[in-house]
């Protein structure tokens, strides 16, 4: 049982921050206690990632219709996560600090097929579904450079903002969020804030941490839009 209980801790803490609760009774170390933190924090944002944009799947099947998602928006979602998946991977940084990534992506990949294939094009959403699947195995497999990867991690700043830009843009535009899910935007809001503190808890890595500064900015511009259209009639329904 001891030895069971020791590798369940071994989960969520290092050796040394083990001995530091469980052998000298120290529980107020604070550095084990942010670590820990981080690290069940980072657990549970991977287990969240999982269903994070079910919602939003089930909302376009639903409603047979990809209105009011930009295609444009989602590529540059696609982009900003791959490489932040495959920076992290090839620096074989904790995977409670970039599992979500792996869930996101494929997802997010599932809603630009989808977008496409009820756009009226089969063809395009089987090709972009093999495109990213091709993308990220090339990122991943140790033939890109690290610091090539470290460039491309640097562009998710602007990337990730103009992604999410793109989104807000076209919620103007139309009047409305459309098919944009609230509980989806909320929960990568909510993720991406979270990762701020789990980043620098675990990685360090100043470039990750403030990609994920810029994400928490752009998603919660996306949740302050949906607040705002709650009620608001789209104006194409309106016309």
Same mark, same amino acid.
């Given at each position: 049982?001891?030895?069971?209980?020791?590798? !369940?801790? !071994?989960?969520?803490?290092?050796?040394?921050?083990?001995?530091?609760?469980?052998?000298?009774?120290?529980?107020?170390? @604070?550095?084990?206690?942010? &670590?820990?933190?981080?690290? &069940?924090?980072?657990? &549970?944002?991977?287990? *969240?990632?999982?269903?994070?944009?079910?919602?939003?799947?089930?909302? #376009?099947?639903?409603?047979?219709?990809?209105?009011?998602?930009?295609?444009?928006?989602?590529?540059?979602?696609?982009?900003? #996560?791959? =490489?932040?998946?495959?920076?992290? =991977?090839?620096?074989?940084?904790?995977?409670?600090?970039?599992?979500?990534?792996?869930?996101?992506?494929?997802?997010?990949? !599932?809603? %630009?097929?989808? @977008?496409?294939? $009820?756009?009226?094009?089969?063809?395009?959403?089987?090709?972009?579904?093999?495109?990213?699947?091709?993308?990220?195995? #090339?990122?991943?497999?140790?033939?890109?450079? /690290?610091?090539? /990867?470290?460039?491309?991690?640097?562009?998710?700043?602007?990337?990730?903002? &103009?992604?999410?830009?793109?989104?807000?843009?076209?919620?103007?535009?139309?009047?409305?969020? %459309?098919?944009?899910?609230?509980?989806?935007?909320?929960?990568? =809001? /909510?993720?991406?804030?979270?990762?701020?503190?789990?980043?620098?808890?675990?990685?360090?890595?100043?470039?990750?941490?403030?990609?994920?500064? @810029?994400?928490? /900015?752009?998603? *919660?511009?996306? !949740?302050?839009?949906?607040?705002? $259209?709650?009620?608001?009639?789209?104006?194409?329904?309106?016309?």
């Amino acid at each position: 049982m001891a030895v069971l209980f020791r590798q !369940l801790c !071994l989960l969520f803490l290092t050796p040394a921050c083990y001995e530091e609760f469980f052998v000298e009774f120290n529980f107020f170390h @604070v550095e084990c206690l942010k &670590a820990a933190i981080s690290k &069940a924090l980072g657990l &549970a944002i991977v287990a *969240g990632s999982v269903l994070v944009k079910v919602p939003q799947i089930l909302k #376009i099947v639903r409603a047979g219709s990809g209105e009011g998602i930009s295609i444009t928006g989602t590529i540059l979602e696609l982009l900003a #996560i791959s =490489f932040n998946v495959a920076y992290s =991977f090839v620096n074989r940084y904790p995977f409670s600090s970039y599992g979500d990534g792996i869930f996101l992506l494929l997802q997010t990949t !599932l809603i %630009g097929a989808l @977008v496409q294939l $009820y756009g009226g094009s089969k063809v395009k959403s089987i090709t972009f579904f093999l495109t990213v699947a091709v993308a990220i195995t #090339i990122l991943c497999s140790g033939l890109v450079p /690290l610091k090539l /990867l470290w460039v491309l991690q640097a562009t998710n700043i602007p990337t990730v903002f &103009a992604g999410k830009m793109v989104q807000a843009v076209a919620n103007y535009t139309n009047g409305s969020t %459309g098919q944009l899910s609230a509980i989806t935007v909320t929960m990568l =809001f /909510l993720g991406s804030m979270a990762r701020i503190f789990t980043s620098i808890q675990e990685t360090g890595d100043q470039i990750i941490i403030l990609t994920y500064s @810029v994400a928490s /900015l752009a998603n *919660g511009i996306l !949740l302050a839009q949906i607040i705002y $259209y709650w009620n608001v009639t789209p104006k194409t329904k309106k016309e």
